[in-house]
């Protein structure tokens, strides 16, 4: 069983849709949890960045955490072409390297 | 947060011949890595790149093909040697911040094209 899996989708949806974008992960020993956005032909940006269970929001975009079910989301509320990207989770335990989902293809079609 | 630049950001090279890219971070960082991610592909960890000492290098990759260096904290280089046509790829700079929080960030690529 790979650490952390994700479903690399693609997700396509139409414009204005909520988007639900979700990873599991099997070491109970991840601390911290982020989401990254990537565009084509562009590096990784940080959208999300939480340690403990429960929600962050950041305008459109929340993340949760449950470590009990070792799962994580993010949400996109009001979801744009713009958001058009692939999404990676990522997960850090201690002072090692991130893990990576595969990342899903999201296309937003307006 | 931290702003990070590499150059060059895309180039077209012959097999057989080495490219080397280079790594800036705005500010001092504890951590610094390299990844590759070949198309359509997930990110791949090559190494992470030490400061003042030899990087530490991912299951699969060596340092005679993927040499680097770090002679500071803000600043790292990543050599991909003899290369062939597999190596096409983007090699992304990796920084950790140093503000107790472990998040990390991502350079913007060097889009690598090997004929």
């Known amino acids: 069983q790979k650490e952390v899996e994700q479903d690399p989708g693609p997700l396509s949806v139409p414009e204005g849709a909520i988007v639900s974008l979700n990873c599991t992960y099997s070491?109970?020993?991840?601390?911290?949890f982020m989401w990254y956005r990537q565009y084509s032909r562009k590096g990784p940006e940080l959208l999300m960045y939480t340690y403990s269970s429960g929600n962050k929001e950041d305008g459109r975009f929340t993340a949760q955490v449950d470590k009990s079910s070792k799962y994580i989301s993010l949400f996109i509320r009001d979801s744009q072409p713009s958001d058009s990207a692939t999404y990676l989770c990522a997960m850090i335990k201690g002072n090692t390297p991130l893990v990576f989902g595969k990342g899903t293809r999201l296309s937003v079609i307006a | 947060s931290a702003v990070i630049s590499q150059k060059p950001s895309r180039d077209i090279c012959q097999r057989g011949t080495s490219l080397t890219i280079q790594c800036q971070v705005d500010?001092?960082?504890?951590?610094m890595f390299w990844y590759r991610q070949q198309p359509g592909q997930s990110l791949t960890l090559i190494a992470t790149?030490?400061?003042?000492?030899?990087?530490?290098?991912e299951s699969g990759f060596v340092i005679d093909k993927f040499p680097i260096s770090r002679p500071n904290l803000t600043f790292s280089t990543l050599t991909v040697s003899n290369m062939s046509p597999e190596d096409s790829s983007i090699y992304l700079c990796?920084?950790?911040?140093?503000?107790?929080?472990?998040?990390?960030?991502f350079g913007p690529g060097t889009r690598l094209t090997v004929l």
């Open positions: 790149a030490n400061q003042g000492s030899e990087a530490t290098y």
């Open positions: 990796s920084v950790r911040a140093r503000d107790g929080t472990d998040t990390q960030y």
């Open positions: 500010s001092q960082v504890t951590m």
């Open positions: 070491n109970s020993a991840f601390q911290y």
